[in-house]
């Protein structure tokens, strides 16, 4: 099973890139490689789609730093923006959400994840974990109204527990915390 994440940061930056006719072979429509965003300066072009301008240079406009996304991060959206073509593509939804696939098919779907309520819920979260990197378990958590801790203490609900964990797994045991595998959360999820 496949499992995606589609943010609204992929879908202000899918809306505003710049398309062509590929008339290769029998031709076929295509997003522009050289500049996706209208302008060959990708990553600024990328921070003005998502209003992360930061700091620049008064001289030459460069980007000096700062803001929200690291230029690690918008290179991370701009390729993960394959996966949400062919989400879209395949659903016919242009929406947030998490996504599932079977690893065969790519017949993709959405999660009733919203459905399912984490109100109240305080989560630790420790290793990692195989579909979910940290910061989008956190976001899911937030988005079902828990909330995330950074250590466990008596008020934490459940450690996510992934692969290679650290010393939280001993101090949600010694406190009797629940501890869940990444199966279980994705269960809660609805998923």
């Known amino acids: 099973m496949k499992r995606f994440t589609i943010k609204k940061e992929h879908l202000k930056l899918l809306k505003n890139v710049y398309t062509s006719w590929d008339d290769c072979e029998f031709g076929a429509p295509e997003i522009d490689p050289k500049k996706p965003y209208g302008n060959s300066n990708v990553l600024s072009d990328m921070r003005e789609i998502l209003k992360d301008e930061g700091k620049k240079c008064p001289h030459c406009e460069e980007h000096l730093g700062g803001g929200k996304y690291s230029d690690d991060r918008l290179f991370k959206l701009h390729k993960e923006l394959e996966t949400v073509l062919e989400i879209v593509l395949r659903t016919q939804k242009f929406q ?64 996510v527990c992934g692969e290679r964990p650290g010393t939280k797994l001993d101090d949600a045991e010694d406190i009797g915390t629940d501890v869940i595998g990444e199966g279980k959360f994705l269960d809660m999820m609805g998923g």
């Open 96 to 159: 947030p959400g998490i996504y599932i696939a079977n690893d065969y098919t790519g017949n993709w779907s959405l999660t009733n994840s919203k459905e399912i309520s984490f109100d109240n819920l305080n989560f630790v979260i420790t290793g990692t974990l195989e579909n979910f990197s940290r910061k989008d378990a956190e976001e899911i958590i937030k988005e079902k109204g828990g909330k995330v801790q950074s250590k466990v203490t008596e008020n934490t609900d459940y450690l």
